[in-house]
């Protein structure tokens, strides 16, 4: 039962309800994802006999962000008596949601008062002990009938109130109760102090059926807008479906105007502690096509740590900006630098913050952002300077290697966390990361096409501002085109430099020996040997960037930077790392299926499925209960958006390029595009976009290599052929 | 010597610096709107014949928002010696700025804490003992050159705490000292809390010289988009700019992420309180065609405030939403129920609260904001909402009158604050004061063009979450059109129902009596007689209407309404009213510059440069050292930019209707239309406006009733006849 609605009763003679003490007759726990709503139901018969019956429904607000809800019935089924019902408010609890933190503090919150709110309310304050910030929450109770209410007391303790209400339960008449809870931190905007508005929402409070009314047309307007529909395989959409519902859970309206950004472990997961990392490049696509001001907020989020990012660069003699791998509240580095393997019971040093590609996704972000939307105002006021500020770090961290007449970039640790230095050295990172120096190519040349955008004025304040000049940014051009990549073997992209050096690993052995291999590092560091010795990947390094990139688009990069790039590229690479990865993270799965969708249908399809059981089945074993794997569960929505139908936003055109898997007979989206709303249908016959009426002019659609061109409230049909 | 940076010195053998106990030979105080820089010099002598000079630059940095800094150096011009430096942070402040207030509590901040950082810092963190905001400051001084500083101690005290510097001072050699501060409050965003970010920015610090200029080139980007020139007339240019530069610096780029609203009086400004009136109306013109992020942010901190206004409007038995008269941090009324009067030393009960039209004025905004930046997400997702909630509030405040099949609004009180209600009446408030009247008709038409420009899908979301109906946007445009407005005489618009029946004023009398009878509610009620008895105004109540449309506009609103409009409308008003109003208000001049530029020039230009005076000159008589006047400032400036030329954003096309008075010999604009950069040149002869080359497609220019077509990087060029 979460702490932030407790409420519970008792028998007059009896202790405080508890399942282990009754015997269960019924139990039923539904998530209704179409309107965010928790149902229970319990039907139990306790030690004397007395048998009853509890509904609870439960509703954190989306129409109304600071309230709360929950309510209570208990029927009382062959018995009646007094019962008492205690209603708390519980500013107690401990992050102990992760079992290997628990040795940790986990005591966040200090207790500042507790109070009463005239009859039916009460009142508590908190304070955390680092932020100092400051939480006030109120609630109020009230008994249905209200004749059955005979009395309430207040008890309090530091950090603790409840009001117990003393109630006369008749049998088979149910007794119902309504608590609603509202919360207010002293972050919060438009806001006096956090106490004095929660006691003013409660005073104002409506009925538990009216915060439910509102709540639910949030609740549908968000699936009217996110819904992705899937014809012809139902468990699919069930997931697909509970994955939307965490990702809007995570950040929605109610988010937009707080300062957050997106947690891998969603807002309930306790593991990495909040940290922001790069997750928000999974959620974007969807977002971008929905609800783009959710995305730019995001974005603002990484706009205001800015400051924190140039300071960071400048820390390591570096220009620009370089943004952090691990974050929190000021945008400063928070990655530890010690691990713990709970396998050898070791703390081990932790060279993973060197995962400077973070860099690569924010401005990558900025542009996909830019592409949906159109929005040349933020691009302008916010946008471009922050793809600049990264490019600038690229330029300033890429050294000239005169032997090769190309740039290289040493010390890094790519999205693989298996490999953080040469085995046998000392020095930390590894030597062209392949994924980041591609990625920041990428971003290089993408400064040059932002600025091109600014239009005059703009592109002269900011050149001012940033004391930019056109030597500099010629130079990020030449850059971008002479970064290094290594290769190895025939056309495979060396995950790093060195990559095809490292020993084979005995993966067939391995499995055999300890079944589960996924945190592979770990049983290796046990047994004192090293993960940095092998071909071993923990997760897609090398294939995210087919995740990240169409092959069209890839193509382009491969040819600026003058390297080859042939139709084998993709297959080869992915075959040759397929067999290298031990799926130690969950996004790993959503990339070897979005990787495989056009050239093995069949095991994308497989990839996929795993992927959707990430969470729902806790294929990790318990990580779960850690929190939800955010990025995996946006990862297999936008595998369905952008992987299956080839959806792509590039150039002021809105590309495809359908294949679906052939369990889906069907994939259903509504996008919003540049300010409008496109319908799209996929099956495995055609391709269906239509424009909406208020499209103001001919839009372009991209179609593998043609360009259609499609006027407001027409239809483009298309038919597939079966071999994609 | 303000108080956030206080820094001063003495002799080894004498008490601090005081500007009353020694000899001044020379005193210089500047103020450098260019680059936002406080000067001072001052040379003296002391009793003992010691003369020195002091020079200080003072910045608050507008490109560092947390940032200021001050650089003080002293010369010792004809005598060497010890002295002492004594730099401190001070949060014992009290709000004394305003005479009358002094009686009541100035004291808002309550220390916490003082300490040291390393060898040359200090630290202060107090709480606002109502708002309970944290705010903490760090300072750093430093000493050139570094070998005359001898020790350091601390001293300090509740809220105080201050190092003093011994220092060597030797003849002719200049010795310098650079204080930086930086404060952090626990609203601000992208922190973990005050204490700690403002101790690392402190630790981060730069130097004097590079804090300028990076504030610097803020100021000339701010300058380069805001400022307006004027030939032929350099104190009209002068004060336009000191009015500009206080525009900016009450709220610019470094207040957009700021939850903040245009206070009445500026930033340093006490009277009112730091109150929230409709002051943005008069600033948001230049904004919206300069920097158009900044009146995206304000409008947000009303949308914020949406919850409240609803709860004010169900409140008070209406729907939709109320916004407050006053408002300050959570949006609540928070208008004076009893005025004192320093005349009669009474308390006075105050009605003024009344003023609903302060609803239109948010409507209105947003609308302008819609149509100069064609900003259709802000609409889609926030402005229209507001716009719809504000039309719901004035159809359900408004009444049928069968007797007249007309509607009305009784219990207001407009923009002129003498007429609060009838004379030997008890209720409060107004029948049908014709301004708010004519304005919410208006809005309840412009909802149904909000609502129609949203597209079906969102529209439908809307009238989901509103529960909106068909039926009930219909009878917002059948209430609009109905709306009563009073007329009395020949085509004279009432103020309100009922003025052409109150008594003439006795102007000449009471002039010749008391000289300055601006404030003749004052006057009046010390008699014992009421301002509510006369045909009398505070300010231009009707006149407003003239200056917030054009006459073509005001010619469709009539038309809609069912009431004549011909070309006397205007000048016949203002004649009236011209002679009905005592000038009690600041903004009034401008308004009546405003309605006089076409029919008047010469006049109109009179008014002009009176309002130009409202704060250099004090024209109010001790009222600026309160605070300047916000709304008087920015309306001078929109008196140019939009009075005189004619400028307007209608109906997606870009209107101009120059006229300039005769001193004026050239205005030059630079104005962001809808994402581009327009340059505009008028003179007595022409009108130039030339589109930049990133404008899409060909603008639409109206001059006069013609719409002229122009493409990217074109010039229209206009002759002008003489005579307007």
Chains 1, 2 share one sequence.
């Not at 339960?169 to 004095?196: F, G, H, M, N, W």
């Not at 932790?350 to 952002?369: K, L, P, S």
């Not at 060396?494 to 291999?517: A, C, P, V």
């Amino acid at each position: 039962w979460p702490n932030w609605l407790p409420l519970s009763f008792r028998h007059a003679d009896g202790d405080w309800f508890d399942l282990g003490d009754v015997e269960v007759l019924e139990f039923r726990q539904a998530l209704d994802v179409r309107c965010g709503t928790l149902r229970r139901t319990v039907r139990f018969r306790d030690g004397r006999g007395r048998e009853s019956a509890l509904e609870v429904r439960r509703i954190v607000s989306m129409a109304d962000c600071h309230q709360a809800a929950i309510e209570w019935t208990l029927t009382a089924e062959n018995w009646s008596g007094p019962i008492e019902i205690r209603t708390a408010l519980d500013g107690t609890v401990r992050n102990e949601g992760v079992a290997r933190y628990r040795a940790l503090n986990g005591w966040h919150l200090e207790p500042l008062a507790t109070g009463c709110i005239g009859e039916d309310g009460i009142e508590l304050s908190v304070r955390t002990n680092q932020s100092r910030l400051t939480m006030a929450q109120a609630a109020r109770t009230r008994v249905f009938p209200a004749e059955a209410e005979r009395e309430r007391r207040t008890v309090e303790a530091p950090g603790w109130i409840a009001q117990i209400i003393a109630c006369e339960c008749r049998k088979q008449q149910p007794l119902r109760v309504e608590k609603s809870v509202a919360v207010y931190t002293s972050r919060d905007r438009a806001i006096s102090e956090p106490v004095i508005e929660s006691r003013s929402t409660i005073a104002r409070d409506s009925s538990f059926a009216e915060l439910l009314e509102r709540h639910s047309i949030a609740w549908a307007h968000l699936w009217d807008r996110c819904d992705i529909g899937l014809g012809g395989n139902d468990n699919a959409q069930f997931v697909l479906r509970l994955h939307v519902f965490h990702l809007l859970q995570t950040t929605s309206m109610s988010t937009i105007d707080l300062d957050v950004g997106v947690p891998s472990r969603g807002l309930h997961g306790e593991a990495y502690r909040g940290h922001i990392f790069w997750d928000e490049m999974f959620i974007f696509p969807l977002l971008n096509l929905r609800i783009p001001e959710v995305t730019r907020a995001l974005l603002m989020y990484r706009y205001r740590r800015l400051p924190e990012a140039r300071w960071a660069a400048r820390a390591e003699g570096y220009r620009g900006a370089m943004y952090p791998w691990q974050s929190g509240s000021n945008g400063r580095e928070e990655s530890q630098v010690l691990h713990l393997n709970p396998r050898s019971g070791r703390w081990v040093p932790d060279n993973t913050y060197r995962q400077r590609h973070v860099n690569a996704t924010i401005a990558y972000n900025v542009w996909q952002y830019y592409e949906a939307t159109g929005d040349a105002e933020f691009l302008s006021f916010y946008g471009a300077e922050m793809i600049v500020e990264i490019a600038r770090f690229w330029a300033s961290i890429a050294h000239h290697n005169p032997q090769r007449d190309r740039y290289e970039i040493h010390g890094v640790v790519g999205p693989d966390e298996f490999h953080t230095k040469y085995p046998g050295t000392e020095e930390l990172g590894l030597k062209n990361n392949a994924y980041t120096n591609i990625m920041a190519s990428w971003v290089l040349h993408c400064a040059g096409a932002a600025l091109d955008r600014l239009g005059r004025d703009r592109r002269r304040e900011l050149f001012e501002e940033l004391a930019l000049s056109d030597e500099e940014t010629a130079s990020w051009e030449e850059i971008g085109r002479k970064l290094f990549v290594p290769f190895h073997g025939e056309g495979i992209i060396s995950q790093f430099e060195g990559f095809g050096d490292l020993e084979e690993f005995d993966w067939d052995g391995y499995r055999r020996k300890h079944g589960d291999i996924q945190r592979l590092d770990r049983i290796l560091e046990a047994e004192g040997d090293t993960v940095n010795r092998y071909q071993a990947s923990k997760q897609a390094d090398v294939l995210m960037l087919f995740f990240l990139f169409s092959s069209a688009e890839l193509a382009e990069v491969f040819e600026r930077m003058g390297y080859p790039w042939t139709p084998e590229t993709i297959p080869k690479n992915v075959q040759y790392y397929l067999h290298r990865t031990s799926h130690g993270s969950t996004l790993s799965r959503v990339v070897h299926s979005w990787v495989l969708a056009r050239s093995d249908r069949e095991r994308s399809w497989g990839f996929f499925e795993r992927a959707l059981a990430s969470d729902v089945a806790d294929i990790q074993g318990g990580t779960t209960a850690e929190g939800i794997h955010l990025g995996a569960m946006a990862g297999t929505v936008d595998l369905v958006q952008r992987g299956y139908t080839g959806l792509e936003t590039r150039d002021d055109v809105l590309w495809f390029n359908p294949c679906l898997p052939e369990p889906l007979r069907e994939v259903h989206l509504r996008i919003r595009y540049r300010g409008h709303w496109v319908d799209v249908e996929v099956t495995q016959e055609r391709l269906r976009v239509r424009f909406d009426e208020t499209w103001p002019r001919t839009a372009r659609v991209g179609f593998r290599h043609e360009i259609h061109t499609v006027a407001a409230g027409e239809t483009l049909e298309i038919a597939l052929s079966p071999e994609c």
